[in-house]
Nanobody, 131 residues
């Protein structure tokens, strides 16, 4: 099993920045051995992929966040990050961290499917961006 705990959400004005963190705890799987990602869901919408990073640290981003968000992992601390800059009101959503040690279908599918094949999820953190 993998336990994921997110932090770092909050309320900011448009143009501001936030950094989300996701601490992974597992006796079986280290972050270096898992594909991991950030996903979000706004009220009334389906969950969508934001960014994913695979076991080789290859990253894939949704078009809406390219150039503004950066996903990274600190394998020594077992933490996944999402640095979010130049935030926009449309970025407001609940953000979820997800991980899977066996996922192998690639970053683009992970994003388009909303992480449907990821087996482990955090509880989510709220990000609210005001105009």
């Amino acid at each position: 099993a993998v336990k994921l705990v997110e932090s770092g959400g909050g309320s900011v004005q448009a143009g501001g920045s936030l950094r989300l963190s996701c601490v992974s705890s597992s006796r079986q799987y280290a972050t270096r051995s898992m594909s991991m990602g950030w996903f979000r869901r706004a009220p009334g919408t389906r969950r969508e992929g934001v960014a994913v990073i695979d076991r080789d640290d290859l990253t894939t981003y949704a078009e809406a966040v390219k150039g503004r968000f950066t996903i990274s992992k600190d394998n020594s601390k077992e933490i996944l990050y999402l640095q979010m800059n130049d935030l926009k009101p449309e970025d407001s959503a609940m953000y979820y961290c997800a991980a899977d040690p066996y996922y192998s279908s690639g970053g683009p599918f992970a994003l388009s499917s909303g992480g449907s094949d990821f087996g482990y999820w955090g509880q989510g953190v709220q990000v609210t961006v005001s105009s």
